[in-house]
RNA sequence: GCGGCUAUGGCGAAGUUGGUUAACGCACCGGAUUGUGGCUCCGGCAUUUCAAGGGUUCGAGUCUCUUUAGUCGCCCCA
């Protein structure tokens, strides 16, 4: 009989995050929702099981991402429910269910973070279980919301010192130029079918504008002399579109139009774009943040009809070219050392006091020797050592090393705030040292 | 969904045309040194075992097949 060797992994796709990449998350999440704070942004939380309905009608029953990437699964109470692929909808949805548009100010201008799960060949910088952060503004039309959304996508890459990327625009107008844009569409390619590649042949009749982004065809004359969608534009979408160019002027955001941008998710109107970044040294590049306006979601599923726009990027994508050369563990660390077991219940408490007040302190229950607790003070880089013995204990003090002076002194503890005083002084001491030393 | 590459201890990795005991480094444990660690030195640390399973062979970590996983491309996407 073979014995099976159980290896309890992880899931394909999937990824633990240890202690000091979880560090970085935590540092990137803080700032991101500082600086989305600061452009009015408030935080929206919404499940990460959505009904599939919900997700294939919004996402497009087209796109690839219902086609073949979803997580689908029926509960035990038969319900059909789908691992959000993606922010949007379930935001949306909460925003309707919930008639935020009717019991808050429009726009609505709330962001999000969280996991989102697609089914696909994990590669570099793509997982199936990943992170997002993404912003929607509700509730609006106006195109300064598209160029300020940009914008706040623009502060935060530029505030992580990520400068070499620019942000490719486009509009697709408004439901008229669309469809006009679309027929037009249809009516160029209806004769010219054989010669386009299999998947563009289904997207003919799903949603020839994903024709324009295909990869096989991009270079041949067809897709060369396809209509354009500015000739298409009422005027009203132009204008909105020059006054979205005018205000990324205004504010120096590297931006540039390509016309043969469209994007995966039907749900898009009027302003779309993404932000490529650009060869680096790590050799990375691609798309690491898109978005656009929406302004038909709301109404596609049942609320009312609300201008939207938003975007969206990848924790993982950011948080590769993000430069963490800075030191982002540092902390005060107090390592009790007792010898012998009187001392080892005194300390406790000791211990217990200097945490309340903020000290992270730390001891080795299990070291048998005073070696053992050197060791672990080394290991939990502890900057101050505080020891003692029976002698110690009788008169009532501690002895403090301080590694980063490296000093030793004994402290009187008949009174705990005596002991605190010390530390606060050495800590006060330190950080004077640094701030002349820059 | 398609293709390339990879898979040796907790980690990083040697392993020559298949040929007795699977280098080395880091980490860890013990000792020299049980009221002061870090350095140094000594010792320990893969052994029906080289991702799992099958095949070729007198002999397989080395060749072959399958599966699984990782990784990098394509499609698509964040």
Redesign the pocket.
């Known amino acids: 009989m073979?014995v099976p060797?159980f290896?309890y992994?992880?899931?394909?796709?999937?990824?633990d995050l240890l202690p000091n990449d979880a560090r970085k998350y935590s540092y990137i999440e803080d700032f991101l929702k500082d600086t989305a704070s600061l452009f009015g942004y408030e935080e929206i939380r919404v499940p990460i099981l959505a009904t599939s309905d919900l997700i294939h009608r919004s996402t497009g029953e087209s796109?690839?991402?219902v086609t073949?990437?979803t997580y689908d699964f029926k509960d035990r109470g038969d319900r059909i429910i789908t691992l959000r692929?993606?922010g949007t909808a379930p935001v949306i949805r909460s925003i309707i269910e919930n008639k935020l548009y009717a019991t808050n100010a429009l726009p609505l201008k709330l962001f999000y973070m969280g996991e989102?799960f697609?089914?696909?060949?994990?590669?570099?910088?793509?997982?199936?279980e990943?992170?997002?952060f993404g912003v929607e503004v509700v509730g609006t039309s106006s195109p300064y919301m598209d160029a300020e959304v940009i914008l706040l996508a623009t502060t935060i890459f530029k505030d992580l010192n990520i400068n070499n990327f620019k942000v490719r625009l486009n509009t697709l107008g408004d439901d008229e130029s669309r469809n006009n844009y679309r027929n037009a569409l249809k009516e160029y390619f209806s004769d010219k079918l054989d010669s386009l590649c299999e998947?563009c042949k289904k997207r003919f009749e799903k949603n020839p504008l994903?024709i324009l982004?295909?990869?096989?065809d991009?270079d041949s004359e067809i897709l060369l002399n396809a209509p354009k969608v500015s000739d298409y534009l009422s005027q009203k979408s132009k204008d909105d579109f020059e006054i979205v160019k005018s205000y990324l002027d205004e504010l120096d955001v590297p931006y540039v139009v390509d016309e043969k941008l469209?994007?995966?998710?039907d749900y898009y109107t009027n302003t779309i774009f993404?932000?490529e970044l650009l060869d680096s040294e790590s050799?990375?590049s691609?798309?690491?943040?898109?978005?656009g306006r929406y302004d038909n979601l709301t109404s596609d599923l049942d609320g009312p009809k609300l201008g939207s726009i938003g975007?969206?990027?990848?924790?993982?994508?950011?948080i590769s070219i993000v430069n963490f050369d800075f030191d982002l563990t540092h902390s005060i660390n107090c390592q009790f050392?007792p010898?012998?077991e009187n001392?080892k219940k005194n300390l406790l408490k000791v211990m217990q006091y200097l945490r309340t007040m903020g000290f992270i302190s730390e001891m080795n229950y299990e070291a048998?020797?005073?070696?053992?607790?050197?060791?672990s003070?080394?290991?939990n880089k502890?900057r101050y050592?505080i020891?003692?013995?029976?002698?110690?204990?009788e008169r009532g003090v501690v002895?403090v090393?301080d590694?980063l002076n490296?000093t030793?002194e004994e402290v009187d503890i008949k009174d705990l705030n005596n002991l605190l005083d010390y530390l606060m002084d050495l800590e006060n001491k330190y950080l004077d040292d640094i701030s002349e030393g820059e």
């Open positions: 073979e060797i290896m992994t992880k899931v394909k796709g999937t990824y796109s690839d991402i073949k990437e692929p993606e989102m697609r089914y696909e060949r994990p590669q570099k910088g793509r997982f199936r990943f992170r997002q998947d994903r982004d295909c990869k096989v991009k469209v994007r995966g998710l993404e932000f050799g990375q691609g798309t690491i943040c898109a978005g975007f969206a990027f990848g924790l993982e994508r950011l050392i010898i012998g001392a048998t020797s005073l070696k053992g607790h050197f060791k003070a080394d290991s502890a050592l020891i003692q013995g029976d002698d110690e204990l002895k090393k590694k490296n030793e």
